[in-house]
């Protein structure tokens, strides 16, 4: 049973609007969370994170929300770029492991 | 600074064969780690190491082997490959120190087995 959860494989967003990708998660012994980024070809890259004792965490165009009570992380980017479009995983650490979602395919379209 | 280097990029290979993966990191990291992606399921962690000379069973370990005789290298070994096997590899290294454990990739190896 997958304790962390991207429950949309794919978004569509235009060019300059935001993008909202969403990860549920079941447990609650998860204490950092993080998402990273995955170019056809390449290994995944770490884009931002967030420590459990956090809400939100800005970085550039990257904002990684958490809302612990609903077991919910989310990542938006604003403004969207062509360059965005990839495999966006949300990985959740324990006990020196990250346990990955499914991932969700982002293309951004002009 | 190369990071972390994986060998084969791709490999198609009978099932029945035994095959290791190679993994080479020169960041000096503790902690290495094989993940294997899969459509619909993500990367799922396969085998670890927390430092040289120790090793753990992640995930999904069965059928795999791995050992760290040192630092900088971490192979993954097909014993006796089966099709279930067929999947995307990737090796990954972290510092070990607690910033949510940043983990860095390798390119990864195309592996298919027939």
């Known amino acids: 049973d997958q304790q962390v959860k991207q429950n949309s494989p794919s978004l569509s967003v235009q060019e300059g609007r935001i993008s909202i990708l969403n990860c549920d998660y079941t447990n609650s012994m998860f204490d950092y969370f993080l998402w990273y980024k995955k170019y056809p070809a390449e290994g995944p890259t770490f884009l931002i994170s967030?420590?459990?004792?956090?809400d939100k965490n800005e970085d550039g165009r990257f904002t990684v929300f958490l809302n612990k009570s609903a077991k919910h992380l989310s990542l938006h980017i604003v403004p969207s770029q062509p360059g965005d479009s990839a495999v966006y995983f949300c990985?959740?650490?324990?006990?020196?492991?990250?346990?990955f979602g499914a991932g969700t395919q982002v293309v951004v379209t002009p | 600074i190369a990071g972390i280097t994986q060998a084969p990029t791709s490999q198609i290979l009978a099932a029945g064969r035994r095959m290791t993966l190679r993994c080479t990191q020169d960041?000096?990291?503790?902690?290495m780690y094989w993940y294997r992606q899969d459509l619909g399921l993500g990367l799922r962690l396969i085998h670890y190491?927390?430092?040289?000379?120790?090793?753990g069973k992640g995930e999904v370990p069965d059928g795999y082997s791995v050992s760290r005789a040192n630092t900088d290298d971490f192979p993954l070994t097909l014993a006796s490959a089966v099709p279930s096997q067929t999947s995307v590899y990737f090796c990954a290294s972290s510092d070990g120190s607690f910033r949510g454990n940043t983990q860095y990739f390798g390119p990864g190896t195309r592996l298919t087995v027939l």
């Open positions: 967030i420590s459990s004792i956090k």
């Open positions: 960041m000096r990291h503790n902690a």
């Open positions: 190491s927390n430092t040289a000379g120790t090793t």
């Open positions: 990985a959740l650490y324990s006990w020196g492991k990250l346990q």
